[in-house]
């Protein structure tokens, strides 16, 4: 069983919900990953999604585009992206760690070692955004075989027959994309989101996470009004882009710290 359980049941004993804050591995260079990942930490995060940069991120705005085509540039890769995860592991063998990725760096290394070197390194679950779950069993056998849980991707637009098979293949939580639409839009409805998701709930009991379009306190705390888990990335991204090296950590555990006192203030 991976880190991720856990969290969640503690969090629903607390009467709480889960706050993932994403960032880019890599970004804006690979010496701040890790400081940024502890501070993630420090402003209260429970699980941290690390983006593994790719060249065609389809499902990324422009946003988490800049940030992976900021990490590519200064050489990042998937194995680079293992390495830092086992870093951030020497301080924190606690707080889950979810790889956000696509489908070609882990096919160019082999499914199956990738499997083997992230649990190695301290993984605890993998969404590969360009794995439909009719074509990840495979996959999703590989990551619970290493003791790490494979997440998929639920959307406005996933039929019932979609979230049944997301349900039998899918561990740790479920993330449901709040709108048709790539990260860091600003067109979220999130009454919309709310009637959608005891169609999930229907079929699986998993926790269910939100995100797409979340970018300030008020938000989130609506959205921990009935989901699990609030998923944040691209505001922490911009938060990034306008700081300097010096100040990009402090400036991250603000803006977090905020979102996690927001969201604080809504009890399960």
């Known amino acids: 069983m991976s880190r991720i ?19 880019t591995a890599g970004d804006p260079d690979a010496g701040l990953t890790v400081p940024l990942m502890r501070s993630l930490v420090e402003a209260g995060a429970d699980v941290i999604e690390l983006g593994v940069p790719f060249s065609d991120p389809m499902a990324d705005g422009p946003t988490i ?37 696509y489908a070609n760096p882990i096919e160019a290394m082999g499914l199956d070692s990738f499997a083997a070197a992230a649990a190695l390194a ?45 349900a039998g293949i899918a561990s740790g939580y479920v993330y449901y994309v709040s709108l048709a639409g790539v990260t860091g839009s600003g067109a979220l409805n999130v009454d919309a989101v709310a009637e959608r998701l005891p169609a999930i709930r229907e079929k699986t009991g998993l926790p269910v996470g939100v995100g797409f379009g979340i970018r300030d306190a008020a938000t989130a705390r609506r959205i921990a009004g009935f989901a699990d888990a609030v998923v944040v ?19 991250v555990l603000a803006l977090v710290a905020g979102i996690r006192r927001g969201m604080d203030e809504v009890k399960a």
């Open 233 to 251: 990335g691209s505001r922490i991204i911009e938060e990034i882009e306008k700081s300097t090296a010096e100040t990009a950590c402090a400036n």
């Open 65 to 101: 585009q800049r940030a992976s085509e900021r990490a590519l540039a200064r050489g990042m890769t998937l194995r680079k992206v293992l390495g830092l995860v086992a870093e951030f592991r020497k301080a924190d063998a606690a707080t889950p760690v979810v790889l956000m990725g």
């Open 5 to 23: 359980q856990p969290v969640f049941a503690r969090l629903q004993g607390e009467g709480r919900k889960a706050l993932i804050p994403f960032i």
């Open 122 to 166: 301290g993984v605890d679950g993998v969404l590969v955004v360009d794995y439909p779950p009719e074509e990840a069993e495979t996959f999703g056998a590989a990551m619970k075989a290493h003791g790490m849980d494979p997440i998929f991707l639920l959307a406005p637009t996933s039929t019932a027959a979609r979230i049944a098979q997301v």
